[in-house]
C-alpha cells in the first residue's frame, strides 16, 4: 500500500513485516507508513491479524520478516517505547486501586505529556467525579476511558489503539474520534484497528486491509 | 516530568504497590500466619519439649520462613500478567529488568519483611536460644532476599501458565536449597562455637550475583511468557 516514499522520513513505516506462528503466516509480508497527521485504519475480518499486527509494531512480538522504521531510522525497543503508546484488549488497571490512582501509576510508567494533568485528562474522556472510585466498580466502558486518559497523557506521538470503540457508547465512539483528531492535529499519528463497522475518525486517513488479499 | 526516568518509575511502581499493599492488608499478614503455624505444628508435634525443641528452632524457623515465601511466589507476577499491567511495563521507556528489580523488592517488603520481623517472637515458641537470633536475623536479612530473586525467575518462567502452583514449588526447590543450607548452616555453626561468617559471606556474595543477574533473566522470560 506504500507509494514512494515522501521527503521527510514518516512517523511509522515497516517493510515486508511478517510474522508466523507455529509455521502458519499471521499477516504480511506487508509495507506500511504512517506520516504526522494521518490515521491508518486497519480493518480486517475476526483472526486475520489486526491486533498481531499492532503488537509487533509495538515491540510485544518479534517479527519473523521485515523492519520497523520510526522517523526513518531502524527503530530498537527503547525508541519505540518512546515513540508508541498501545491501547490493548487488556486495560492494565490495577482493580483495588482508583481512577486517579492508577492514571498516576502508568504515567510515572510512560511519562507525561509536558502541561498535562491526571485531572484534566479525566474530564476530558467524561470520568470527573470518579477520581476515587475504584477501577473494579467502574463499567467495561468507563474502564476504556481511563485508558483513553492514560493516551491522552502519553507523551508518544504514535497511538497504536487495537478495537477502541468496542465496549464505548455512541458517545464514547464521538470521543474517541474526537481525541485521535485532536492528537493528528498535534503532529501526532494513530494505528486504529477496527472490523469496519464504526465511523472512522474525520481525518486524513490510509486504510490497510488484511486478510485474504494481503 | 517528560520522559520517566529510572528514579521516578521506580517510585512511581513502589507508591501503587504500597497502595494496593494498604487495599488488602489483611493478604499481608498471611505468610507471617503461615510460617507461625508451621512453627506451631512443628513444636506441638515434638511435645514441646524446651530441650529437643531449641536444638532445631534455628533450622524449622528458616524452614518456614522459605515455605512461606514459596507460598506467596506465585502472586509475585500473576495479578499484573493478567490484568494486562506487564504489557505495558514492556512497553515503559525504562529498562524492563529494572521494573522487575523494583518489583521483587516490593515484593520483598509484602512478604519477607513482616516474618522477619516476626523472627523473634517465633523464636520464643521455639525457645531459640538467645545467642543464636543474631545470627539468625543476619542470615534472614542475606538470605531472603536472595530467595525472592531466585523464586522472581520461576515466577517469570511460569506466569504464561494459567495454574502454576505446584510447578513453582517443584522449579523453585532445587534453587532454594543451597541457600537453605547456607542460611541454616551459619546458625548450627555458631551454635557449635564455629564462625558463621563464612556461610554469611556465601549468602551475600550470592544475593549480590542474583541482585544483577536475576532481573535480567526473569525480564526475559516474561517477554517469552507473554508473546
Known amino acids: 500500500m506504500t507509494d514512494t516514499p515522501p521527503a521527510t522520513s514518516p512517523l511509522l513505516a515497516a517493510r515486508g513485516l511478517g510474522f508466523t506462528r507455529n509455521d502458519e503466516p499471521v499477516f504480511g509480508p506487508l509495507d506500511l507508513c504512517v506520516d504526522a497527521g494521518e490515521a491508518l485504519l486497519v480493518q480486517g475480518d475476526n483472526g486475520t491479524g489486526k491486533t498481531t499486527l499492532l503488537r509487533v509494531l509495538a515491540g510485544l512480538l518479534r517479527a519473523d520478516q521485515g523492519e520497523v522504521e520510526i522517523d526513518g531510522v531502524t527503530a530498537g525497543a527503547m525508541q519505540r517505547a518512546r515513540a508508541i503508546a498501545y491501547l490493548g484488549h487488556l486495560p492494565a488497571l490495577k482493580a483495588d486501586l482508583g481512577a486517579m490512582e492508577n492514571l498516576q501509576f502508568l504515567c510515572g510508567l510512560h511519562g507525561r505529556r509536558p502541561r498535562q494533568l491526571p485531572g484534566n485528562a479525566l474530564a476530558i474522556v467524561g470520568l470527573a467525579g470518579h477520581e476515587d472510585t475504584l477501577a473494579r466498580q467502574l463499567s467495561a466502558g468507563q474502564k476504556k476511558r481511563l485508558s483513553l486518559a492514560r493516551l491522552w497523557l502519553s507523551p508518544a506521538p504514535l497511538w497504536l489503539l487495537d478495537e477502541p470503540y468496542a465496549n464505548l457508547d455512541l458517545e464514547g465512539i464521538e470521543l474517541v474520534n474526537r481525541m485521535v483528531g485532536a492528537h493528528l492535529r498535534a503532529g501526532g499519528a494513530a494505528l486504529v484497528t477496527t472490523h469496519g463497522a464504526y465511523a472512522a475518525p474525520p481525518v486524513r486517513t490510509r486504510l490497510l486491509t488484511l486478510g485474504a488479499t494481503a | ?227
Open chain 2, 1 to 227: 516530568m517528560n520522559a520517566p526516568t529510572l528514579a521516578s518509575s521506580a517510585r512511581a511502581l513502589l507508591v501503587r504497590d504500597l497502595r494496593l499493599l494498604w487495599r488488602r492488608r489483611g493478604d499481608a499478614f498471611q505468610p507471617a500466619l503461615f510460617a507461625l503455624l508451621v512453627v506451631v505444628l512443628f513444636a506441638l508435634s515434638l511435645g514441646g519439649e524446651a530441650e529437643s525443641l531449641s536444638r532445631v528452632a534455628a533450622a524449622v524457623l528458616w524452614l518456614s520462613v522459605l515455605l512461606a515465601g514459596l507460598l506467596s511466589l506465585d502472586t509475585l507476577f500473576r495479578g499484573d500478567a493478567d490484568d494486562g499491567s506487564l504489557e505495558q511495563w514492556i512497553l515503559a521507556p525504562v529498562p524492563l529488568a529494572w521494573l522487575v528489580a523494583v518489583r521483587v523488592f516490593s515484593h520483598w517488603l509484602a512478604t519477607a519483611l513482616p516474618l522477619i520481623i516476626a523472627t523473634p517472637l517465633l523464636g520464643e515458641l521455639l525457645y531459640l536460644p538467645s545467642g543464636q537470633l543474631p545470627v539468625l536475623m543476619a542470615s534472614l536479612l542475606l538470605g531472603t532476599p536472595l530467595l525472592s530473586l531466585l523464586g522472581a525467575v520461576v515466577a517469570a518462567l511460569t506466569v504464561g501458565m494459567r495454574r502454576s502452583g505446584i510447578l513453582v514449588a517443584l522449579l523453585a526447590l532445587p534453587l532454594y536449597v543451597p541457600v537453605l543450607v547456607f542460611g541454616a548452616g551459619s546458625v548450627a555453626a555458631s551454635a557449635q562455637g564455629l564462625d558463621a561468617v563464612g556461610a554469611l559471606l556465601l549468602l551475600g556474595a550470592g544475593l549480590v550475583v542474583a541482585l544483577v543477574l536475576a532481573p535480567l533473566t526473569a525480564a526475559a522470560a516474561i517477554r517469552i511468557a507473554l508473546s
